[in-house]
C-alpha cells in the first residue's frame, strides 16, 4: 500500500474544475464533498473519488474535494495529481 507523508492539492477552484485536497489520517479512506450538483451526482462522484484511491493503491488517506462540475476524468486526473505530490518527502 502506499502511504502519503504530507497533504497536498490539485486542480483549480474555477468552473468545470474541481479542488482536490489530500491528507494522511491513521487508516481508511475518508471522502469530504462539496458540491452544487451533490444531491444529483454526490454518489457518483464520490465512487469516482474511493475507486481512484484504492486503484492507486493508497491507504490512510482523507480526500477534499471542492467540485465547480467537473467531469469524472477531471476529478480522477486531480485525485491522482494530488496523491501524487503527497506521496513525495
Known sequence: MAQLVKAAQAGFDEKNDALVTVEPIASGIE???TSKVIRQYGDQ???VI???VKEAG???VKVIVQDKNAWDYTIKA?????????SKA
Open 31 to 33: 471522502i469530504e464533498l
Open 45 to 47: 462522484i464520490k465512487s
Open 50 to 52: 474511493l475507486n481512484t
Open 58 to 60: 493508497y491507504d490512510g
Open 78 to 86: 486531480r485525485v491522482l495529481g494530488a496523491l501524487e505530490r503527497g
